[in-house]
């Protein structure tokens, strides 16, 4: 089954207030929309991004991602439906709509809305109301309301994906949600137990409140990587799947990319899942000569599967030769393409030893790296 997550980022965002609009705003040490988008990482088949047209450098960030992105409409359900012809191509099954501001939900709730789905053709989280209900015009009570039945709608929505495009085509417009389309459209909606921690941001109170939430609930590790290989005959070095020039080469049962070798181990250590020996012994002959990123792939795939995404990588290399400075930018842009992040996610840097040691000899390269993952 082939599913897909449309997360609607391109509103403005005005009542939060501040020039910057609330999806690009800082919290908890990272942007609104980074928390949001690293929800669904590993947790969907793909990801469509909806942004505003005219946020240039949004669209220029993203297009180097693993993201489809899709140009925002008029309102929100133009957008949606922007959203949803952007997977027409990809024969998708199941699809959640997700608003960006809301970027505190959880794995949990996300696949209890998918999982919804194999029964409905249509599923969406709600809370309860619990609390008593009043009319008024915003100085006095007028009366109240009786809160029987009511459900505080909340997202990601989930639907068939064929019926929500149908709904959403055939809907005049002005719905208030993707789940007043599809009622719209006669699909019956399923009710999944909603979260109270799972605000959307619209206050200028609410960044606060995400914050507090995100420390009670966040889960970070950290891992360390070291690696080492000696030189030995060759024209080139391959330096986080970058081919480097250089008098010689370096020597091991793969490529001897020291330094992806590194941020692998550092991933795995954070998982407390072994190191690459144990998950691609160097006695098994099908390694021989591989190509390093199967290795750094395969953690990343294992971080995703145990329910975590990377939220930064930092490696070190340590050589007098052949200097690092010119290809960084090259190492950090492969580095970032292989685990699915952003550059900036991505840190490569180079030290030598002052000439001390192994590698102060120039014989060898060593590489340190730590990986920072968080629960998603």
């Known amino acids: 089954m082939t599913t897909a997550a449309i997360i609607v980022a391109a509103g403005r965002g005005t009542r939060v207030g501040g020039d910057i609009q609330k999806q690009w705003r800082p919290l908890a040490g990272r942007r609104v929309a980074d928390w949001t988008i690293d929800r669904f990482q590993g947790q969907v088949d793909h990801i469509v991004l909806v942004l505003s047209e005219g946020d240039q450098s ?38 959640l709509i997700h608003d960006v501001a809301r970027p505190c939900v959880t794995t949990d709730l996300i696949q209890c809305v998918l999982s919804a789905l194999n029964d409905s053709p249509a599923a969406a989280p709600g809370l309860a109301v619990t609390d008593a209900l009043w009319t008024g015009d915003g100085h006095f009570v007028s009366g109240t309301q009786d809160r029987t039945g009511l459900f505080a709608a909340q997202t990601p929505q989930g639907f068939h994906y064929g019926a929500i495009v149908s709904a959403h085509a055939a809907h005049p417009g002005g719905a208030a949600d993707d789940v007043e389309a599809a009622r719209a459209a006669g699909l019956d909606v399923a009710i999944v137990p909603g979260d109270a921690d799972n605000l959307k941001i619209t206050r200028p109170e609410d960044f606060a409140r995400a914050e507090r939430i995100m420390g009670t609930n966040m889960n970070v590790r950290l891992g360390n990587g070291y690696d080492v290989h000696r030189f030995g005959d060759g024209d080139h070095v391959i330096l986080c799947g970058v081919k480097v020039p250089h008098d010689r080469g370096l020597q091991g049962h793969s490529d001897a990319d020291v330094g992806m070798h590194a941020v692998t181990d550092a991933i795995y250590g954070a998982l407390a899942q072994g190191d690459i020996g144990q998950h691609f012994p160097p006695s098994d002959p099908q390694w021989k000569g591989a190509a390093s990123e199967i290795f750094l792939r395969h953690a990343v795939e294992l971080a995703e599967t145990m329910g975590y995404s990377i939220s930064n990588v930092d490696c070190t290399l340590v050589c007098e030769y052949p200097k690092i400075g010119p290809h960084a930018s090259a190492m950090r842009a492969e580095m970032a393409r292989i685990m699915g992040l952003r550059a900036d996610q991505v840190s490569v840097k180079a030290t030598t030893s002052e000439r001390l040691g192994f590698t102060g000899r120039s014989e060898g390269i060593a590489s340190l790296a730590t990986a920072c993952l968080v629960k998603s």
């Open 58 to 95: 949004a669209w220029s960030e993203f297009e180097r991602t693993n993201l489809i992105l899709a140009a925002g409409g008029s309102d929100r359900a133009a957008s949606v439906r922007n959203g949803l012809d952007a997977l027409a191509d990809l024969e998708i099954e199941h699809v």
